[in-house]
């Protein structure tokens, strides 16, 4: 079974930065669309940003220009670099791939855990 595990949540400061990882148990995976979302408490789960294949990417309003989604396709893993963090930025991050296996037409989707962000003010 496909697993996914995030890192690099915690506590930062208004102003700071932190950088999420995000990699697959499953290296055979072929990645159609990955991204990162994040619940605050009392509030839906909503996307941060996402990058296709291609490396497209798209990014939730909040966030342009203080977030970059990036991604390590040999390694199965995605980055969500966050700078000038805001307290309202504080909730639980998940990543999720959409992805299917070689020679096969499905497609699953996988969700991480979660991580933790808490920005202070």
């Known amino acids: 079974q496909v697993q996914l595990m995030e890192s690099g949540g915690g506590l930062v400061q208004a102003g700071g930065s932190l950088r999420l990882s995000c990699i697959a148990s499953?290296?055979?995976?072929?990645?159609?669309?990955m991204g990162w979302y994040r619940q605050a408490p009392g509030k839906e789960r909503e996307l941060v940003a996402d990058?296709?294949?291609?490396?497209?990417?798209n990014y939730a309003d909040s966030m342009k220009g203080r977030a970059t989604i990036s991604r390590n396709g040999a390694e199965n893993q995605i980055y969500l670099q966050m700078n000038n963090l805001e307290p309202e930025d504080t909730g639980v991050y998940s990543c999720?791939?959409?992805?299917?296996?070689?020679?096969?037409?499905?497609?699953?989707?996988?969700w991480g855990p979660g991580t933790q962000v808490t920005v202070s003010s």
């Open positions: 990058i296709n294949s291609g490396g497209g990417t």
């Open positions: 499953e290296r055979s995976l072929y990645l159609i669309r």
């Open positions: 999720h791939f959409v992805a299917s296996f070689p020679g096969r037409s499905y497609q699953y989707q996988y």
